[in-house]
């Protein structure tokens, strides 16, 4: 666990998360439709994932990225033990997804990770002292070499048409 957010992640789940699963069991024992248990089953993924990653997001334990992974199994736990239908399935897993990258990203413990790691890049160096996607500019800028040549982009089309 964080213990610099134990107290917030045990609230969040057992005193918000799991009495909603109560409710959504007793909720499909009175009412059983299986879209009442699509609907109930995705709601309870998308918390499974949201709630604690949201109080992550204030922690800065060395031991973040480790949780961050282990509250990945949830995804698992909604597709084989929950058995939702495919377009539940489908919708489940975007909004998982969506609300993990969106936590994960408002984490400043994976700033690093994101600036350095970057999903569009290698953030390689090369030849004149140009680098790519430099962590110091940030993704949507281009480095500038010190012979003032162009931008990357620039330089890169240079060399393909000559």
């Known amino acids: ?27 499909v024992r009175r009412w059983p439709y299986a879209r009442l248990y699509d609907v109930l089953a995705v ?3 998308v918390l499974g994932v949201t ?5 992550a997001t204030q922690s800065t334990s060395p031991y973040l990225f480790v949780y961050q992974n282990g509250n990945s199994a949830a995804f698992l736990f909604f597709v084989i033990a929950l058995r939702p239908r495919f ?3 489908l919708a489940g897993l975007a909004l998982m997804c969506a609300s993990h990258f969106t ?3 408002l984490s400043v413990a994976f700033d690093d990770l994101f600036r350095h ?8 160096d090369f030849p004149g002292g140009q680098r790519l996607f430099s962590g110091a500019e940030g993704p949507a800028e281009f480095s500038q070499s010190a012979e ?8 890169r089309m240079q060399r393909r048409a000559g």
């Not at 918000?16 to 109560?22: L, S, W």
């Open 117 to 124: 790691h970057h999903f569009l890049s290698d953030a390689v």
């Open 51 to 55: 709630l604690p990653m949201a109080v």
């Open 1 to 27: 666990m964080l213990p610099d957010v134990f107290t917030a992640l045990f609230t969040v789940r057992f005193l918000v998360f799991t009495p909603f699963v109560i409710a959504c069991i007793l909720a």
């Open 103 to 105: 936590t994960t990203h």
């Open 148 to 155: 003032g040549q162009p931008p990357l982009p620039a330089a």
């Open 43 to 45: 709601a309870i993924a």
């Open 87 to 89: 377009l539940a399935v």
